[in-house]
């Protein structure tokens, strides 16, 4: 069975630093691929980092690059996603979800088979 476990969100003063977690259990990184998405209420879940097998690439949305980094330990089977200098716009619930490599959509696509139950992240300013 696919489990998805996300730990590390909470309140964070603007300027603070969060990681999340997510550990994956039910199949191996070798054949998937990975991406951590938020939704904030009333708006649709996006994709703000993710890695594509498929492309070879390390995709971030626009508003996060260079603030937060996506991360994989092969040998935990565990993600994460480092999140600095997080402002108060970054507030909404964290999700990671995976899927078998090789998908025809993009990796920030919601076109993913399994999901984490989700985390809150809160910014204050």
């Known amino acids: 069975e696919v489990q998805l476990v996300e730990s590390g969100g909470g309140l964070v003063q603007a300027g603070g630093s969060l990681r999340l977690s997510c550990a994956a259990s039910?199949?191996?990184?070798?054949?998937?691929?990975i991406g951590w998405f938020r939704q904030v209420p009333g708006k649709e879940r996006e994709g703000i980092s993710c890695?594509?097998?498929?492309?070879?690439?390390?995709y971030y949305e626009d508003s996060v690059k260079g603030r937060f980094t996506i991360s994989s330990d092969y040998a935990k089977n565990i993600f994460y996603l480092q999140m600095n200098n997080l402002q108060p716009e970054d507030t909404a619930v964290y999700y990671c979800?995976?899927?078998?490599?090789?998908?025809?959509?993009?990796?920030?696509?919601?076109?993913?088979?399994?999901w984490g139950q989700g985390t809150q992240v809160t910014v204050s300013s």
């Open positions: 039910g199949f191996t990184f070798d054949d998937h691929e």
């Open positions: 890695f594509s097998k498929r492309d070879s690439l390390t």
């Open positions: 979800a995976a899927r078998p490599a090789y998908y025809g959509s993009p990796c920030w696509s919601l076109e993913y088979d399994y």
